[in-house]
């Protein structure tokens, strides 16, 4: 990468993507628009009032991977590049994601974000979540200078991060099948901001709409895709190399793919499935009895099938783009849906 690149390190290019720094015409205009956006992220998010200043720019000053802001910048390359139109519209989107991630820490009891203290562990509850507010307003302001189709998008994503909150909580309904109602949240929670963020980025660039359309399905898709990897790492992931004790979704309750896939196989009869099942749905409160129901999910045929759908959507994402025009952007959009299912943390 540039020197540019290396003066940024909080901008450094996640993985999948670093095929952009092989490109020494686009690995600039990158850098150089990620640098804006981070700067404009920082101003959407100060405040003279001393205590919004520093909750609000909690977490975006404590780093994060810019996955949003760069898929949006990414996709204005398929078009006219990323002018100050596609620059404010990636600074939203990663605003946006922000807002939800106060919200979600309290709603979780999650003590940490990013490495650093969640925000209600700072200052409590009530201001995390008023913190959050806040930002979607700031969000929802500076979108609004961009005009209806912005707004638009914006507003309906927002909807759709919320309603995906509101279904994991409240949990399937009578006669709905669980593991459809598990893929639309995360397709809501994680797969609907990608999908904006990319929209975006086309739109903004002056893309047609059929190219709009074409990277709009390939956020969704790759959403949902990175979500459901993380849900299988949450088992199988090396502590050593994660940094995370395995089963943390298992000892919460969280209803995951492959707990959802090995109840479907005791209900067909598994008698293995059921055994676990007992595993998993007994006392995990103990290192033992959570060690214990990992290694047996984990050896189950369940985690491989998880895997296996979580490169389906991986392989929908590339799909949704193989008509578009070979470039470096292209290459990076095909790179990334890879890297999201092919990572162990």
Known sequence: MTDAAARTPSLSLPPGFDVLADDAEIAPTVVRALADVEERLLAGLSSADELTHSAARH????????????????????????????????????????????????MDSAPVRRGAPAAHEVWGNSVAILTGDMILARASQQMSTLGLEGT???????????????HETVGPQEGEDAKDHYLQVIADKTGSLLAAAARLGAHFGGCPESTVEQVEAYGEAVGVAFQLADDVIDITADSRVSGKTPGTDLREGVPTLPVLLLREAADAGDREAVEILALVDGDLSTDEALAEAVAAVVAHPVARRSWEVAHAWAEQAKQAVVGLPESTVKSALISFADAVVDRRA
């Open 152 to 166: 638009r998008v914006q507003a309906e994503t927002f909807e759709r991060l919320v309603l995906g909150q509101l």
């Open 59 to 106: 977490l975006a000053e404590a780093g994060g991977k810019r996955v949003r802001p760069l898929l949006t910048v990414l996709t204005s390359l398929l078009g006219d590049g990323p002018d100050a139109n596609v620059r404010q519209a990636a600074a939203v989107m990663e605003m946006t994601h922000l807002a939800t991630l106060y919200h979600d820490d309290v």
